[in-house]
């Protein structure tokens, strides 16, 4: 069984940083693109940053590029995203997934796996 825990939320001013972390059990690095996606009050989920699942690529959205950074430790099967620079409009829970062979446009969409969200509140 498959488990991804997320931990590193919580409260942050503006112009702040976070770090959170994703902890995979299991061989899931092998194969499986690994990333975070977020979901805002009222808002439908986002893609935020993902690696494709050969680790080769990194992927962004726009809204985020230049001050999140997506990272990951083999040796501990975790995901890191350091998160600079944050704004109230961050504000989400952030979720960890995963998804069988993802790549390019689609690399987290529909992933196999998600993880129990971390909440992520940045106030102004």
Do not use: H
Request: charged share 15%; hydrophobic share 35%.
């Amino acid at each position: 069984q498959v488990q991804l825990v997320e931990s590193g939320g919580g409260l942050v001013q503006a112009g702040g940083s976070l770090r959170l972390s994703c902890a995979a059990s299991g061989r899931i690095f092998s194969n499986y693109a690994m990333g975070w996606s977020r979901r805002a009050p009222g808002k439908a989920r986002e893609f935020v940053a993902a690696f494709s699942w050969s680790g080769d690529s990194t992927y962004y959205a726009d809204s985020v590029k230049g001050r999140f950074t997506i990272s990951r430790d083999n040796a501990k099967n975790t995901v890191y995203l350091q998160m600079n620079s944050l704004k109230p409009e961050d504000t989400a829970v952030y979720y960890c997934a995963a998804k069988r062979l993802g790549q390019g446009m689609g690399v987290l969409t529909s992933p196999d796996y998600w993880g129990q969200g971390t909440q992520v509140t940045v106030s102004s």
